[in-house]
């Protein structure tokens, strides 16, 4: 069988240039071939690398994740921690407050109670009068005002002085003849022994009617010192 | 002191003292007693009427005054019950129309004290409010020490200067 080939082909029938260009071509494709072969191997070597690096990247990544979870597990128990703390410490302020206001009462109570089981004077006999002076200053300056302000009434005398009984009021009888002669000074005397009648009436209030237990424990009180003084 | 007596007289004395306190923080009484006495006082003088009473202008000049005398009453009779526990204080205070006592003018006067009545001069009113400590050691009568005396005004002096 023949074909009709547009060109002649017979494997002889080239030159050697032709086989020469076409052999060194062929070396060229072969070291280039082997080049990319290396070429590839390498980036083989690279991607496994790489792969390693991931992996282990990964790895890391991974470990890190696990870390930063411990962390917030651990975070978030110090957390629960703190307020559990916060929360003892408020108690125990609020116990320690409730204690001091307890000691403060008691510390209170027991300055009192020492004041109620001293036998001895809270005050000094000098002070007691100093008391007693002030009072009996008292006395004068409001039976004094009086007199004056009553010294200044220039209106005739309106009624008749009123009868006195000497049995009813506790006071100076004999000043009321002279207070009538319209004496301010018999009338200062007169106020200022009818205010020493109410003071002192005043004070002795003190054993009458519900405090009698009172005057009882009192006289129990200087008899029991008297006697072991 | 034995430890028994010592425990008595605390107790004695811690319960005086409670009740004192109760009864001296109690408000102080009404003024209305002291001003009503004094007005009828100036009723005596015979310059009010029931038009002018006595007891508006002793209100009016001395009602803050009165107030004062007794705030100093309790607070004198608080400072006797409660700050003097180891003798008994009181207040001393010389009735009008009584004989005047020149011994009860001394230092100190008791049940043995022989009255020196020379005279028989009477008083006439308390002017100032003394104050005596009763006294009354083992085996002893009780007297009084006058620790501050009381003034008083003799009805003869009065009758001289009027």
């Known amino acids: 069988m023949s074909w009709n080939l547009p060109f002649s082909f017979h494997p002889f029938g080239r030159n050697v240039g032709e086989i020469s260009t076409e052999t060194q071509g062929n070396t060229a494709r072969s070291e280039e071939v082997g080049l990319l072969r290396r070429e590839i191997a390498e980036l083989k070597g690279q991607v496994k690398k790489q792969e390693v690096d991931i992996g282990r990247l990964i790895r890391e990544k991974e470990r890190r994740e696990n870390r930063i979870e411990e962390l917030e597990h651990k975070v978030g128990f110090y957390q629960g921690d703190m307020q559990r703390q916060a929360q003892y410490m408020r108690a125990m302020e609020e116990r320690l407050k409730q204690t001091q206001e307890l000691l403060e009462a008691r510390s209170a109570e027991l300055t009192g109670a020492h004041a109620f089981l001293s036998m001895s004077d809270d005050q000094s006999e000098e002070e007691v009068l100093g008391i007693v002076r002030d009072l009996n200053e008292n006395i004068y300056q409001v039976a004094v005002d009086l007199t004056e302000e009553w010294e200044k009434l220039e209106s005739p005398r309106t009624t008749s002085p009123t009868d006195v009984d000497p049995t009813s009021r506790p006071w100076a009888s004999a000043l009321i003849q002279v207070v009538r002669n319209r004496d301010p000074v018999g009338l200062t005397f007169l106020l200022q022994s009818c205010l020493c009648s109410q003071v002192v009436s005043m004070a002795s209030s003190w054993g009458h009617q519900e405090l009698g237990v009172l005057q009882s424990i009192y006289q129990r009180l200087s008899a029991s010192g008297e006697r072991h003084r | 002191m034995s430890n028994s007596r010592l425990i008595e007289g605390q107790a004695i004395s811690a319960r005086w003292r409670s009740l004192a306190y109760s009864h001296f923080s109690r408000p102080p009484p009404d003024p209305t007693l002291l001003v009503e006495e004094l007005a009828k006082v100036l009723d ?119």
Do not use: W
């Open chain 2, 44 to 162: 005596y003088t015979g310059y009010f009427s029931s038009t002018q009473p006595s007891v508006d202008f002793v209100r009016a000049v001395a009602l803050e005054g009165i107030e004062t005398i007794i705030r100093h009453t309790l607070r004198s009779e608080s400072a006797l019950k409660v700050g003097i526990v180891s003798s008994n204080m009181s207040l001393l205070f010389e009735a009008p129309g009584t004989v005047f006592d020149d011994t009860r003018m001394t230092n100190d006067f008791g049940p043995t004290s022989v009255p020196i009545t020379e005279g028989q001069d009477r008083i006439a009113g308390t002017t100032e409010v003394g104050v005596g400590k009763s006294i009354c050691r083992a085996g002893e009568i009780r007297y009084t020490e006058i620790l501050l005396k009381a003034k008083v005004v003799l009805e003869k002096d009065v009758m001289a200067g009027s």
